[in-house]
């Protein structure tokens, strides 16, 4: 009797090619824009990127263009709230704006100018509540459209944001970040959840440097990440079945000091393009992820897991961004001095044990 013929060696094929083959998980990545002006700033400069003798804009139309011109559409949340600081005019043409060239329009809590609140988490859960209604009635009125999601400034929510983001009506919250106040209350995590029936969509984060039980974490940023970085952060997220990267920007990433900064422009342009190239990736909005969770089978049984970029990169980090900032600076410069030190003195010691069984 013949036990392995043919159709038993195809299938057998099959199985080797099924288990050589990528079978990495799929994960989706979010570009999240915060847009807003600073503290004393002004929209024209933070939103809209427009600067003295420099004719094209630099804010929220050119990340727009940029993600246009790769097929991907951003979730943009924004602060309707400086539009008692700065008038509702801007803030309107802003929201307007997003949502006619077809991004996703959520909502971003900067209450002070409007409330006197200096965050969220400072106000009570029914001062919450109210920050919250306003703030969706403000851009339903601007715009018609329906808001589904919720991300504190400055990351400053906790469990009664979480319960007021339900009670008004969302079904998002995506405050969840290292140092939040939330993170005080629910454990700090990469993974997609749901805390008090709202889906927490948490601000991705990583190891730039983890020894031993010692971590120095960092958002996954579009200004703070470099490419390397950001494709390392990528490839592991993968590697480890992480359902989400949620990848951080502002209004104003693409300038800085006053001026436009055209290294971080033609960073969102090139991970795009990996994204865009890599089968295990999927660029997708806030909405349309919301939307697949309800239909689909997806971020189910998710291990949480925290990328490490590491100490090499962090250093060429520095080095690539070396003007742009003394952390940098001290980084770039005090690595190699130290490193030479740490050869000197152990040359020294060498030399002297040498030296001493010599006499």
Known sequence: MRFFNKHHFSLLLI??????????????????????????????????????????????????????????????YLNVYESAAHGALPIRLA?????????????????QPMFGVSVMSKASYEKQVEILSKGIELIHNWTGKPVIAHRAGAFEANLNTVKAVKDSGLSIDSSLGFGSSLAEDIPLSNTVSSIEGVIQLPLTHYNQVKIGNWESKRHVDIEGSTYREL???????????????NILMHSFSLSRYGAPDPDVAERLGRILEYINNNNNLTATTTSDFYKLLQQENICVNEKDFTPTTGLFLTY???????????????????????????????????LRRIRSKSH
């Open 231 to 245: 494709k390392e952060i990528l490839e592991q997220a993968t590697d480890n079945g992480l359902c989400s990267v």
């Open 95 to 111: 929201a307007n704006a997003i949502h006619e060239q077809g991004h996703d329009l959520q909502l971003h809590t900067h209450p």
């Open 316 to 350: 060429l980090r520095a080095v690539e961004d070396f003007d742009k900032g003394h952390k940098n600076i001290i980084v770039a410069i005090g690595t190699p001095v130290v490193l030479f030190l740490l050869i000197l003195f152990f040359t020294f010691i060498t």
């Open 15 to 76: 199985l080797l090619l099924l288990l050589s083959g990528n079978n990495h998980a799929k994960t989706f990545v979010l570009f999240t824009v915060d847009v807003e002006s600073y503290s004393n700033g002004n929209p024209d400069a933070q939103i809209w990127g427009r600067f003295d003798g420099i004719e094209e804009e630099w804010g929220i139309t050119k990340i727009m263009d940029i993600l246009d011109s790769h097929g991907t559409k951003g979730t943009f």
